[in-house]
């Protein structure tokens, strides 16, 4: 990392995914005087359009509290932002990359994700850059231990909760990564992967399950006609689930002791809505969070059962459905640590949803 | 994330008119002898059980008194009929609707009952239980569901052969039924009720809830309610049937364009379900929101067993609950989930009566003083509906019929059945050479062929009673009973688990003793029995006078012509019928005619040289000998064969039905036959009195032969005795059924083709001959170790 390499500016690194476009952008603050007058102007111009504002058009963000600060990278010193804007403005985008002549930079555009792929040809067409595809969970691993490796200052970048089936003594708590092998990696985005990962080089996808991120925010725009996930989340936190999910306890009158299930675990996501009188008796909140639950709970099962059949205790949640989501960490934590009677543990990442755009970024610096 | 088969509330009862379709006393049958009931009440269904005795008339054969048997009358022996009783098991389903109006008539029809308790079971027990206590006057006694559950499996994966299948929607037939193993623990057992428990079953009283999960049948009813505003829940499966899920789910190719080909995700994968609908200006349609929802619960609960089955080394994994119960369209996107996370390693197994199996453990949870465990218990074909009897989602056309009963009976056998202990391999073991829910022309022939045999067989049963008035009558609610059993076939060739020419032959029997019918063919095997004994002793006298080697021959030829005299095949019996005298050895001469080329070798499967060969090494320890006809084939044909056995050595076990099918032979009468024999043959009485010949019976009452279920006793001769020679005879025994079979000894499968469709099938004529001699492979011949011809 050390080592001073000659790729031109401006270093992005770019992860398209099913939802969100995720960019992670390096902005060197130890230029020289004489770099500074070589530096064409278009890149002046997208450097300081992207560092002076917080949000672009209406939809694209810069995660401030994300940002890393004086960060030596290549031989270069300088800060890492993070920016987030839905696939669906990709068009808008590239629209601004042709207005601000990006093309006329040379640079290589690291992509990775599965946008990568599909809007290849749109980045040629209609933004001349040619895309450097990478692919995806490479660069999530890659992103992760990165990260990890190089945020000492602030806020840890891994936590964890403890005493996560006691609500009111549950506490965030920093996680030290050192010896992070072997791990379950769960990158819950529209959709979840969930991959075994031994060394940085050696890793597997056990499996995934198409009910995710996307899942959750779908079924609530037809549930409660929000539209998006920070609308969704907010009901989610205003609702009550057990009106709308049925409970052991509402079957068994309390535990089913036979089987060791308490009665206040879910017998049936949903289930109560199959009367007419209690569907019209929950409210938009009570829906959108029994869908939180729902989607949080079943990702915690397979994760569970997949960190039994690999023999991993470890398991990192990443991805951006845990971003601002701390009802989803908390359920996951609680969900890991009480089923499997406190041998897994759960673990989380600041920058949740960045390791893959990370990933691709070190990829232009490092190849590998 | 616990299980719950029952729904407590019950959104999908509806109005709906609460008279019985169906006159009740042929739904609640026997209940005038009834005891011991259990009650299994679901969120829609209701499912009835109770243990009834049957009063039904058998054929009994005795031996006149020897001392005055000039006397008496020139016949062999007498035929009587006589009353029996046998135990039955009832199981009723019907819509929580008809509820109060079957126990008004159970509770109108109970009058010998002792019964106190009825054994409930199921989420609606409780609902509904002051209701039964009341119109009953039994006391309600509650039983764990999961227990009842798993109960019900073993018994029912026990005791019907062919009751797990893999449903496969675009193959030729979509149901693929499994052979009975039989050893069926230990599985895993996915119950989708309104959540899901995954079971491990490891021995009978042995399981373990392992797991589970909210997301199960009560989430796709209650979320598809919400989404689609369509109540029921079979309405649900509808609209999803005729949605594309491709609209609402986010796709693989919908992220990256196409494939994400490192990973092997095809662009078809679901990468997020509903990840699509995550916007609130479009709308979309209920079928297309139904299909994602029911892709997205089945794919879940697929990938759930799955880790599931894996983590605990199961292969066999069954699925049942609500979610499942006869719905082509979830066992179908089940099967697909399990296919894409096993690829292919785990099957989705399903079972045909997969919606007793409640009721069927609570009762025997009552009946456990009476310890059922300890009989075999077969699927009385006569009494029972069938799969997708009242399948709502089969045809839409039926709707109407979902209002109907399902009935399940089971009678108890006399004796308990048991692999034969000389099956190379009891697993993959299949008693049928042709499966006709596969093979469609098959299907076509041999449904015409049974339709087309009716009226003979009904003209016989009349025949047979000629003192008993109503026995038209009879016969004629047999003729209706049977060919509407054929009618369903045609459509549901799946009814009864794999269709066979032994399930159709099966099935008539069951319909022609549920109509008192018990042995159409007594007075004519008694005939025929008489006369060819009287030839006996010239048949052996002219095979003395052979010289060693023609007598083998000889043998086989007897045993292969004397086959020939079967009341089953049509081509014999409408020579046989067409003389009303029953002018035997005109009959004799006509078939002879026929049979002239049994001399003309090579036959269509022929090691008779091998055989030969055989022969003429050391004699084997003992042969297991499965009869076929009663008259020239037994007495004639397989008699002197046997004593050419016991006269280089060989002991021999002769298998017989326990209950009569068609003329053949029973054990009854083969013990009359055989005693006859040695009054007039000192090696067959030797043979007798040094317990070298041994009479048992097969278990079987059917004119063909399933391997995997025979009495226990002759399972335990056949090892006792150390068989190392299996002979099966006949077309039923030796074709439709055991052709392909593997034996762990040598084997001999003889029989002549008396169906020329059969016979053009296997590339042959009418009568052509199969002669298969068999040596296990890796296990030499004993002449090959012996090699000192006798």
């Given at each position: 990392?050390?080592?001073?390499?000659?790729?031109?500016?401006?270093?992005?690194?770019?992860?398209?995914?099913?939802?969100?476009?995720?960019?992670?952008?390096?902005?060197p603050?130890?230029?020289?005087?004489?770099?500074?007058?070589?530096?064409?102007?278009?890149l002046?111009?997208?450097?300081?359009?992207?560092?002076?504002?917080?949000?672009?058009?209406?939809?694209?963000?810069?995660?401030?509290?994300?940002?890393?600060?004086?960060?030596?990278?290549?031989?270069?010193?300088?800060?890492l932002?993070?920016i987030?804007?839905?696939?669906?403005?990709?068009?808008?985008?590239?629209?601004?990359?042709?207005?601000?002549?990006?093309?006329?930079?040379?640079?290589?555009?690291?992509?990775?994700?599965?946008?990568?792929?599909?809007?290849e040809?749109?980045?040629?067409?209609?933004?001349?850059?040619?895309?450097?595809?990478?692919?995806?969970?490479?660069?999530?691993?890659?992103?992760?231990?990165?990260?990890?490796?190089?945020?000492?200052?602030?806020?840890s970048?891994c936590?964890?909760?403890?005493?996560?089936?006691?609500?009111?003594?549950?506490?965030?708590?920093?996680?030290?990564?050192?010896?992070?092998?072997?791990?379950?990696?769960?990158?819950?985005g529209?959709?979840?992967?969930?991959?075994?990962?031994?060394?940085?080089?050696?890793?597997?996808?056990?499996?995934?399950?198409?009910?995710?991120?996307?899942?959750?925010?779908?079924?609530?725009?037809?549930?409660?006609?929000?539209?998006?996930?920070?609308?969704?989340?907010?009901m989610?936190?205003?609702?009550e689930?057990?009106?709308v999910?049925?409970?052991?306890?509402?079957?068994?009158?309390?535990?089913?002791?036979?089987?060791?299930?308490?009665?206040?675990?879910?017998?049936?996501?949903?289930?109560?809505?199959?009367?007419?009188e209690?569907?019209e008796?929950?409210?938009?909140?009570?829906?959108a969070?029994?869908?939180?639950?729902?989607?949080?709970?079943?990702?915690?099962?397979?994760?569970?059962?997949?960190?039994?059949?690999?023999?991993?205790?470890?398991?990192?949640?990443?991805?951006?459905?845990?971003?601002?989501?701390?009802?989803?960490?908390?359920?996951?934590?609680?969900?890991?640590?009480y089923?499997?009677?406190?041998?897994?543990?759960?673990?989380?990442?600041?920058?949740?949803?960045?390791?893959?755009?990370?990933g691709?970024?070190?990829?232009?610096?490092?190849?590998? | 994330?616990?299980?719950?088969?029952?729904i407590?509330?019950?959104?999908?009862?509806?109005?709906?008119?609460?008279?019985?379709?169906?006159?009740?006393?042929?739904?609640?049958?026997?209940?005038?002898?009834?005891?011991?009931?259990?009650?299994?009440?679901?969120?829609?269904?209701?499912k009835?059980?109770?243990?009834?005795?049957?009063?039904?008339?058998?054929?009994?054969?005795?031996?006149?008194?020897?001392?005055?048997?000039?006397?008496?009358?020139?016949?062999?022996?007498?035929?009587?009929?006589?009353?029996?009783?046998?135990?039955?098991?009832?199981?009723?389903?019907?819509?929580?609707?008809?509820?109060?109006?079957?126990?008004?008539?159970?509770?109108?029809?109970l009058?010998?009952?002792?019964?106190?308790?009825?054994k409930?079971?199921?989420?609606?027990?409780?609902?509904?239980?002051?209701?039964?206590e009341?119109?009953?006057?039994?006391k309600?006694?509650k039983?764990?569901?999961?227990?009842?559950?798993?109960?019900?499996?073993?018994?029912?994966?026990?005791?019907?052969?062919h009751?797990?299948?893999?449903?496969?929607?675009?193959?030729?037939?979509?149901?693929?039924?499994?052979?009975?193993?039989?050893?069926?623990?230990?599985?895993?057992?996915?119950?989708?009720?309104?959540?899901?428990?995954?079971?491990?079953v490891?021995?009978?009283?042995?399981?373990?809830?392992?797991?589970?999960?909210?997301?199960?049948?009560?989430?796709?009813?209650?979320?598809?309610?919400?989404?689609?505003?369509?109540?029921?829940?079979?309405?649900?499966?509808?609209?999803?049937?005729?949605?594309?899920?491709?609209?609402?789910?986010?796709?693989?190719?919908?992220?990256?364009?196409?494939?994400?080909?490192?990973?092997?995700?095809?662009?078809?994968?679901?990468?997020?379900?509903?990840?699509k609908?995550?916007?609130?200006?479009?709308?979309?349609?209920?079928?297309?929101?139904?299909?994602?929802?029911?892709?997205?619960?089945?794919?879940?609960?697929?990938?759930?067993?799955?880790?599931?089955?894996?983590?605990?080394?199961?292969?066999?994994?069954?699925?049942?609950?609500?979610?499942?119960?006869?719905?082509?369209?979830?066992?179908?996107?089940?099967?697909?989930?399990?296919?894409?996370?096993?690829?292919?390693?785990?099957?989705a197994?399903f079972?045909?009566?997969?919606?007793?199996?409640?009721?069927?453990?609570?009762?025997?949870?009552?009946?456990?003083e009476?310890?059922p465990?300890?009989?075999?218990?077969?699927?009385?074909?006569?009494?029972?509906?069938?799969?997708m009897?009242?399948?709502?989602?089969?045809?839409?056309?039926?709707?109407?019929?979902?209002?109907?009963?399902?009935?399940?009976?089971?009678?108890?056998?006399e004796?308990?059945?048991?692999n034969?202990?000389?099956?190379?391999?009891?697993?993959?073991?299949?008693?049928?050479?042709?499966?006709?829910?596969?093979?469609?022309?098959?299907?076509e022939?041999?449904?015409y062929?049974?339709?087309?045999?009716?009226?003979?067989?009904?003209?016989?049963?009349?025949?047979?009673?000629?003192?008993?008035?109503?026995?038209?009558?009879?016969?004629?609610?047999?003729?209706?009973?049977?060919?509407?059993?054929l009618?369903?076939?045609?459509?549901?060739?799946?009814?009864?688990?794999?269709?066979?020419?032994?399930?159709?032959?099966?099935?008539?029997?069951?319909?022609?003793?549920?109509?008192?019918?018990p042995?159409?063919?007594?007075?004519?095997?008694?005939?025929?029995?008489?006369?060819?004994l009287?030839?006996?002793?010239?048949?052996?006298?002219?095979l003395?006078?052979?010289?060693w080697?023609?007598?083998?021959?000889?043998?086989?030829?007897?045993?292969?012509?004397?086959?020939v005299?079967?009341?089953?095949?049509?081509?014999?019996?409408?020579?046989?019928?067409?003389?009303?005298?029953?002018?035997?050895?005109e009959?004799?001469?006509?078939?002879?005619?026929?049979?002239?080329?049994?001399?003309e070798?090579?036959?269509?499967?022929?090691?008779?040289?091998?055989w030969?060969?055989?022969?003429?090494?050391?004699?084997h320890?003992?042969?297991?000998?499965?009869?076929?006809?009663?008259?020239?084939?037994?007495?004639?044909?397989?008699?002197?064969?046997?004593?050419?056995?016991?006269?280089?050595?060989?002991?021999?076990?002769?298998?017989?039905?326990?209950g009569?099918?068609?003329?053949?032979?029973t054990?009854?009468?083969l013990?009359?036959?055989?005693?006859?024999?040695?009054a007039?043959?000192p090696?067959?009485q030797?043979?007798?009195?040094?317990?070298?010949?041994?009479?048992?019976?097969?278990?079987?009452?059917?004119?063909?032969?399933?391997?995997?279920?025979?009495?226990?006793?002759?399972?335990?001769?056949?090892?006792?005795?150390?068989?190392?020679?299996?002979?099966?005879?006949?077309?039923?025994?030796?074709?439709?059924?055991?052709?392909?079979?593997?034996?762990?000894?040598?084997?001999?499968?003889?029989?002549v083709?008396?169906?020329?469709w059969?016979?053009?099938?296997?590339?042959?004529?009418?009568?052509?001959?199969?002669?298969?001699?068999e040596?296990?492979?890796?296990?030499?011949?004993?002449?090959?170790?012996?090699?000192?011809?006798?």
């Amino acid at each position: 990392v050390g080592v001073k390499c000659n790729i031109a500016f401006p270093w992005f690194g770019m992860d398209i995914g099913g939802t969100l476009v995720k960019l992670v952008y390096f902005e060197p603050k130890d230029i020289t005087a004489e770099e500074e007058q070589e530096e064409v102007e278009n890149l002046k111009s997208i450097r300081r359009y992207l560092t002076s504002n917080t949000a672009y058009g209406k939809t694209g963000i810069r995660d401030v509290h994300l940002q890393l600060q004086d960060l030596t990278l290549c031989g270069r010193t300088g800060n890492l932002h993070f920016i987030r804007f839905p696939t669906h403005d990709l068009p808008a985008f590239l629209q601004m990359g042709r207005n601000k002549h990006f093309s006329s930079l040379h640079t290589t555009l690291c992509a990775t994700g599965g946008g990568a792929y599909k809007f290849e040809s749109d980045f040629r067409t209609m933004a001349d850059l040619q895309l450097h595809k990478l692919d995806e969970l490479d660069c999530l691993i890659r992103g992760v231990l990165y990260i990890d490796s190089v945020v000492s200052s602030g806020p840890s970048e891994c936590y964890y909760f403890e005493n996560p089936t006691e609500p009111d003594r549950c506490v965030q708590k920093p996680y030290t990564l050192e010896n992070p092998y072997p791990l379950l990696l769960v990158n819950i985005g529209s959709g979840v992967s969930i991959l075994a990962v031994y060394s940085e080089n050696n890793y597997k996808r056990v499996t995934g399950t198409s009910l995710g991120g996307g899942t959750f925010l779908g079924l609530c725009c037809l549930l409660t006609g929000c539209s998006t996930f920070e609308e969704a989340l907010e009901m989610a936190s205003l609702g009550e689930s057990t009106r709308v999910d049925k409970l052991v306890r509402d079957i068994y009158g309390g535990d089913y002791e036979r089987f060791g299930l308490p009665g206040w675990a879910v017998a049936s996501s949903f289930g109560n809505m199959m009367s007419k009188e209690k569907r019209e008796s929950v409210s938009k909140e009570d829906l959108a969070r029994a869908t939180l639950v729902t989607i949080t709970n079943n990702i915690g099962s397979i994760t569970r059962m997949c960190a039994l059949n690999e023999n991993i205790e470890r398991v990192v949640f990443v991805g951006n459905f845990l971003r601002v989501n701390t009802l989803s960490m908390k359920l996951l934590a609680y969900a890991m640590d009480y089923w499997s009677k406190g041998q897994l543990k759960a673990l989380f990442l600041r920058h949740e949803g960045y390791f893959g755009a990370v990933g691709a970024l070190l990829e232009l610096l490092h190849p590998s | 994330m616990a299980e719950c088969s029952g729904i407590d509330s019950n959104p999908s009862s509806h109005t709906m008119d609460k008279s019985i379709t169906l006159p009740p006393d042929e739904i609640f049958r026997n209940l005038e002898n009834a005891k011991r009931f259990a009650i299994d009440i679901g969120g829609s269904l209701t499912k009835l059980a109770y243990y009834s005795t049957v009063q039904h008339k058998v054929a009994k054969v005795r031996s006149f008194d020897h001392t005055a048997k000039e006397a008496a009358s020139d016949k062999l022996y007498e035929i009587s009929v006589q009353e029996e009783v046998t135990a039955r098991l009832h199981f009723i389903k019907f819509e929580n609707a008809y509820i109060e109006t079957c126990l008004d008539f159970i509770k109108d029809h109970l009058v010998n009952t002792e019964t106190k308790v009825i054994k409930a079971t199921g989420g609606g027990a409780h609902k509904f239980k002051e209701l039964i206590e009341r119109k009953l006057g039994l006391k309600v006694d509650k039983e764990d569901e999961m227990t009842c559950l798993i109960k019900g499996c073993n018994f029912v994966l026990k005791n019907i052969p062919h009751e797990a299948f893999v449903y496969a929607k675009h193959a030729d037939s979509e149901f693929r039924f499994q052979t009975t193993n039989p050893d069926i623990f230990p599985y895993l057992l996915v119950n989708i009720g309104s959540g899901v428990s995954i079971v491990k079953v490891e021995a009978e009283d042995k399981f373990e809830r392992i797991g589970g999960s909210s997301i199960g049948g009560g989430t796709f009813w209650g979320l598809g309610a919400l989404l689609t505003k369509t109540k029921r829940f079979d309405e649900l499966l509808q609209l999803a049937s005729k949605g594309q899920h491709t609209n609402v789910d986010m796709l693989v190719k919908d992220i990256y364009g196409g494939s994400y080909g490192c990973l092997g995700l095809t662009g078809d994968l679901i990468a997020s379900s509903f990840g699509k609908s995550a916007t609130a200006d479009k709308e979309f349609s209920k079928e297309d929101m139904a299909k994602s929802l029911l892709h997205m619960i089945s794919n879940d609960i697929g990938q759930l067993a799955c880790l599931y089955a894996k983590l605990h080394n199961l292969s066999r994994v069954y699925f049942g609950g609500f979610f499942i119960r006869g719905h082509p369209v979830t066992m179908h996107t089940i099967t697909y989930s399990i296919n894409f996370f096993t690829k292919g390693e785990v099957q989705a197994l399903f079972l045909r009566h997969e919606g007793y199996l409640g009721a069927i453990g609570a009762f025997l949870k009552g009946a456990e003083e009476d310890n059922p465990n300890q009989y075999s218990w077969g699927e009385n074909y006569a009494g029972s509906s069938g799969l997708m009897s009242v399948s709502p989602d089969m045809n839409p056309m039926q709707r109407a019929r979902s209002g109907t009963f399902d009935m399940l009976e089971m009678d108890r056998l006399e004796r308990q059945l048991v692999n034969l202990p000389l099956l190379q391999d009891p697993s993959s073991y299949i008693p049928d050479t042709v499966d006709l829910t596969e093979d469609a022309l098959a299907r076509e022939y041999w449904l015409y062929c049974f339709e087309e045999a009716l009226d003979g067989v009904v003209k016989r049963a009349v025949a047979s009673q000629p003192d008993m008035l109503e026995a038209a009558l009879r016969a004629e609610k047999f003729r209706q009973k049977y060919r509407h059993k054929l009618q369903t076939l045609r459509h549901q060739p799946f009814a009864y688990g794999s269709l066979t020419v032994r399930s159709l032959l099966d099935t008539r029997e069951h319909c022609l003793n549920e109509f008192n019918f018990p042995d159409p063919y007594s007075k004519i095997k008694q005939r025929e029995n008489d006369v060819a004994l009287k030839y006996y002793q010239k048949a052996v006298k002219s095979l003395e006078e052979l010289s060693w080697e023609e007598r083998q021959f000889a043998l086989v030829r007897g045993v292969l012509a004397g086959n020939v005299f079967d009341w089953g095949a049509k081509a014999v019996s409408d020579v046989l019928e067409s003389d009303p005298e029953f002018g035997f050895e005109e009959a004799k001469r006509q078939l002879e005619d026929c049979v002239v080329f049994l001399s003309e070798r090579p036959w269509l499967v022929d090691s008779y040289n091998q055989w030969l060969e055989r022969m003429k090494g050391p004699p084997h320890k003992c042969a297991l000998f499965f009869v076929d006809n009663s008259g020239v084939d037994i007495i004639l044909g397989v008699m002197p064969f046997v004593r050419e056995l016991l006269s280089r050595g060989t002991e021999v076990v002769l298998a017989s039905n326990s209950g009569p099918a068609l003329n053949d032979v029973t054990n009854g009468e083969l013990q009359i036959l055989t005693e006859r024999i040695a009054a007039m043959d000192p090696v067959i009485q030797a043979g007798l009195r040094d317990d070298r010949l041994m009479l048992v019976q097969s278990g079987s009452s059917s004119p063909c032969l399933d391997l995997s279920r025979l009495d226990k006793v002759l399972a335990m001769v056949v090892r006792e005795r150390q068989t190392d020679l299996v002979i099966i005879e006949g077309m039923g025994r030796a074709i439709h059924t055991n052709y392909y079979a593997m034996l762990s000894c040598e084997s001999l499968k003889m029989a002549v083709i008396k169906n020329s469709w059969l016979a053009d099938r296997l590339g042959g004529k009418l009568f052509s001959v199969v002669f298969k001699y068999e040596v296990p492979a890796g296990k030499p011949s004993q002449d090959c170790e012996t090699s000192t011809p006798s």
